[in-house]
């Protein structure tokens, strides 16, 4: 028994954007009795028995008594398996950027001769591994010449201009050198979580230990320390902000030197914390049905866009402490193999999509307001 998606309308599984769902078990024919003939089923002829054909004229035909038999089919989309590199780029001075289809497993990205002894690489990828940043600090010629190869591609040579003359709209003068650009907390932000600084390229050297912080009472030199110790493009702001306080931030011109030689500008920035009575707190109780298996709890916005996740076993209570007011959804996926992700399932291996069960209807968390609630999980 299958069911599918035919993207291209030709009766076969064979694209990789069609969903499929099939029985992981053969489906039976089956019936049950036959309904008793209510006409008699002989007469008499002289010495001759003759049978009564039963569906004669005049007569009731038999039926058959059949007893449904219900198939759950869990549809999903098999995971794409082919790896491409999409994108390949300069995108800004001294910086290439490597977009790939899936992470980028056993990655190669190799200098080639000459260029291997003129040049000093830093290598920078995003939490999934399908995005890689190349960093040349310090470059000395405009063009670079790279070998980039990843598990499921071929290896390949590329050429990238790092450096091009940039003209103004005139088209006849050079723009002025840039700065160092910084990614600064704006707006009303969450009391409760860290204060970062992103920086546009990695940090090569840092004049001050501390920035300064101005709050409605005080002025206060606060710590940083970079999370990347190695791209330092990223740094927490050692400091526990209160709740319904505004800010300053300052950052003086010139405390970071990136590995380009540029500099900072000075930063005044302003902002805010909203107060603690503008969330709602939500607490839940999950009974999941197998204390064995690990079950992937996902808070999610109305969108669908997943928010927290939580890896769970057995009963457990999960406390999510301080949501703005609005519609979250719950889904709750048993993580069959542990990995700490949903896996789709894959026809060819035989294997079924791992189990999800979504909340039965929308949690809406209210502005000053505590709530609870309690999921018993049954798959």
Sequence with gaps: LFALKDANANYIFDQPNEEIAFSDTLVHAYYKG??????????????????????????????????????????FM??????????????????????????????VTDLVKPFDTLFRMLRESNAVGD????WFPGFTHDTVQ???????IRSDTLTFVLKKDAKNQRGNQKEKVPSLGIKTPQGPVHAFN?????????IQAISVDSLLLMGAKDTLKVPFVFVDTVVKRRAV???????????????????????????????????????????GKFILKVNCPDDQTPFLIWLMDDKEKVLRQDIIMGETQIDY???????????????????????????RKHLQP?????????????????LREEWKIEL
Excluded: C
């Design 237 to 279: 702001i050692n400091y526990k902000l209160g709740f319904g306080e505004s800010y300053q931030l300052m950052v003086p011109r010139g405390a970071f030197t990136d590995v380009f030689g540029l500099k900072n500008d000075s930063l005044r920035v302003r902002f805010s914390t909203r107060p603690a009575d503008a969330y």
């Design 34 to 75: 036959l309904k008793t003939d209510t006409l008699s089923s002989t007469f008499s002829t002289g010495s001759l028995l003759v049978f009564a054909d039963s569906i004669a004229s005049g007569s009731q035909s038999k039926t058959i008594k059949t007893t449904p038999i219900n198939y759950a089919l869990f549809s």
């Design 321 to 347: 402490g301080l949501l703005l007011p609005g519609k979250y959804l719950l889904k709750a996926i048993r993580d069959r193999n542990g990995n700490g992700r949903w896996d789709p399932g894959n026809y």
């Design 131 to 134: 995005s890689i940043r190349l």
């Design 78 to 107: 098999e995971a794409d398996s082919i790896q491409a590199l999409l994108k390949r780029e300069v995108i800004g001075i001294g910086q290439v950027l490597l977009n790939f289809k899936l992470p980028a497993d056993s990655l």
């Design 194 to 202: 860290k204060l970062y600084l992103i920086f546009d390229h990695p």
């Design 146 to 152: 790279l070998k980039i190869g990843a598990r499921g």
């Design 354 to 370: 791992e189990r999800v069960k979504y909340y039965d209807a929308p949690i809406e968390v209210k502005a000053n307001w505590d």
